[in-house]
């Protein structure tokens, strides 16, 4: 029997797992909530409250769903996949205890001392008048964090001591993150070149995925605001295997074990964000799911079946599983609409995409798209993720760049210099 599948998301991310899935020989039909125009075109969407736990398992059980993905941070750290369990409904992702390396940064960083993995150097704090005074001993820039989950905007790389005070009233007296700024971390400024790890996890061993890199800003030459991720590259061409092994022995496997130890075992996908310093790779922060673009990347990439993997790490069975990776590059460039990130336009028509040579290269994901009344529009911050393969980055990258021609929409902005970084990391 095929398996009936629910992925948890409305992303690009969540689109490239469901064209992934649906290669698998083992998968039969997709539901994706609420999913996009992209992924309605691979399964059914359905608009399911997402932060309603009994609604989902209700409709996983009216629908015989087999296994749940859930993908996105929220709903992870709310529990989700505790509740499928508990339902007895097989899901794939970290529980809420495991999730809290990702929703909480002070969580995080106190673990990654009790495994002596490495990070910045760093103190946390509950009470503004502490902090404030702790500020006033730093060095600048120095970098402040909202320990909860803050839509990727509640890290500030303050300047001066002026401008970490006003942020950090903010974030502690006038809570614009809410609770999520409760606590802060303050720390260190790394230098260095930043990528992103993924590795699939089953609780008791690791599979790291090739390396890959964002870029995060919205401008090109990593200027102004930080955004969801413009655009991604994998492999990183600097990052040697090597490197990817000590990555995985000082940081992953540690990590793992501890939360193991600790009575958190973590299935799922441990995305390190790492800042490769002088003095080796160093851990920004943790994140317990999929990167969005790098999932994009990835899937072009990955060549084993991404459902047996799934399977593998719920089941504990990681080490007995294959996985292959195609030996060419991937890149993903986002088009997002006009004002991202402070905002975003909606209901924009998107033009050219029929236009797109039907090769094996080049796979539109979609992120904030819509059919309305028949034509394709706009629907949020990033609208497409272009994604694209070849032998080598470059060729990889053309193929992007040269689709990215044929696709409009009024206000389309996205950066064209990603993958054309030349910082390789400092020595
Ligand atoms: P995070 O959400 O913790 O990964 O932080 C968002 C971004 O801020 C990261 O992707 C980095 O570019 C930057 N960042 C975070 N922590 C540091 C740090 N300690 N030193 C330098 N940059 C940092
Ligand atoms: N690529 C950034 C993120 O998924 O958090």
Known sequence: MKKKILIIGSGGREHAISWKLKQSPRVGKLFIAPGNYGTSQIGENESLDITNHKEIINFCKSEKIDLVVVTPDDPLAAGLVNDLKKARIRAFGPTREAAQIEASKVYAKKLMQRAGVPTARFKSFSDFKKALVFLKTQKFPCVLKASGLALGKGVTIAKNILEAQKVLEEVMVKKVFGAAGRSVVIEEY??????????????????????????????????????????????????????????????????????????????????????????????????????????????????????????????????????????????????????????????????????LNRSQKIVVFHAGTKLVSDKLVTNGGRVLGVAAVGATLNQALRAAYGAIKKIHFAGMQYRRDIGRRKLSFPT
Request: glycine letters at 10%.
């Open 190 to 355: 790394l230098e260095g070149a930043e990528i992103s790890i993924h590795a699939f996890c089953d609780g008791k061993s690791t599979v790291l995925f090739p390396s890959s890199q964002d870029h995060k800003q919205i401008h090109e030459g990593d200027n102004g605001p930080n955004t969801g991720g413009m655009g991604t590259i994998a492999p990183v061409p600097w990052v040697s295997a090597k490197l990817l092994r000590e990555i995985k022995t000082t940081i992953v496997e540690p990590i793992l074990a501890t939360l193991k130890k600790e009575g958190r075992e973590f299935k799922g996908i441990l995305y390190p964000g790492l800042m490769i310093t002088k003095d080796g790779p160093k851990v920004l922060e943790f994140n317990a799911r999929f990167g969005d673009p790098e999932t994009q990347s990835y899937m072009r990439l990955l060549k084993s079946d991404l459902y047996e993997i799934f399977e593998s790490c719920i089941d504990g069975t990681l080490e007995k599983t294959k996985i292959s990776w195609r030996k060419n590059s991937a890149c993903c460039i986002v088009l997002a609409s006009n004002g991202y990130p402070a905002s975003s336009t909606k209901g924009i028509p998107i033009t050219g995409l029929d236009k």
